[in-house]
T-cell receptor, first 114, second 113 residues
Framework: EAQVTQNPRYLITVTGKKLTVTCSQN?????MSWYRQDPGLGLRQIYY???????DKGDVPEGYKVSRKEKRNFPLILESPSPNQTSLYFC?????????????FGPGTRLTVL | AQSVTQLDSHVSVSEGTPVLLRCNYS??????LFWYVQHPNKGLQLLLK??????LVKGINGFEAEFKKSETSFHLTKPSAHMSDAAEYFC???????????FGTGTRLQVFP
């Protein structure tokens, strides 16, 4: 089954404790991205990757890092989480063509930073 | 720059009545537009998309949307609401130059029996 998976699905942590949210897709998609969803703000893009070893900032990259060492994986790293990073996070992937191509979303990771 | 405005943050309907979720867009180019649905505790699923072909786009689960350039609108409709339609709906425009999606703030649809 074609899918995007994220782990963990739920995470409660404390300020400053480094964490990684994993994202994996099995559709051989070149393009992957991370979004955060906050009430009343919709989804905002954090980082994206056009292919292996190619990443770039989205609209809200502060406090986040990413890496793309393999085509299928695109982990999101919070080196020193803060309470304002409490949010619902989505990973997504699509073919490298145009942004008009269908983007597939993971199930989401709900992060709470105390 | 492209943007999208969802005119209602909440919409409530009775089961069996029509659904209308409103979306206006702003674009310097001929836009590509999408509607995504998010059910509780689930990821986002594509309902339908418009990419400059037919202006009336049919999607999954009986939803459809009409692209109206003169009104810069892309409203989502369904003739008869079902309880399973209760979810959050996002109107999305494709930012062609930056090759990314711009999301609206979402409309939460409630369906009452």
């Amino acid at each position: 089954e074609a899918q995007v998976t994220q782990n963990p699905r739920y995470l409660i942590t404390v300020t400053g404790k480094k964490l990684t949210v994993t994202c994996s897709q099995n559709m051989n998609h070149e393009y992957m991205s991370w979004y955060r969803q906050d009430p009343g703000l919709g989804l905002r893009q954090i980082y994206y990757s056009m292919n292996v070893e190619v990443t770039d900032k989205g609209d809200v990259p502060e406090g986040y890092k990413v890496s793309r060492k393999e085509k299928r994986n695109f982990p999101l790293i919070l080196e020193s989480p803060s309470p304002n990073q409490t949010s619902l996070y989505f990973c997504a992937s699509r073919l490298a063509g145009l942004s008009t191509d269908t983007q597939y979303f993971g199930p989401g990771t709900r992060l709470t930073v105390l | 720059a492209q943007s999208v405005t969802q005119l209602d943050s909440h919409v409530s309907v009775s089961e069996g009545t029509p659904v209308l979720l409103r979306c206006n867009y702003s674009s310097s180019y001929s836009p590509s537009l999408f509607w995504y649905v998010q059910h509780p505790n689930k990821g986002l699923q594509l309902l339908l998309k418009y990419t400059s072909a037919a202006t009336l786009v049919k999607g999954i689960n009986g939803f459809e949307a009409e692209f109206k350039k003169s009104e810069t609108s892309f409203h989502l409709t369904k003739p008869s609401a079902h309880m399973s339609d209760a979810a959050e709906y996002f109107c999305v425009v494709s930012e062609r130059l930056l090759d990314k999606l711009i999301f609206g703030t979402g409309t939460r649809l409630q369906v009452f029996p």
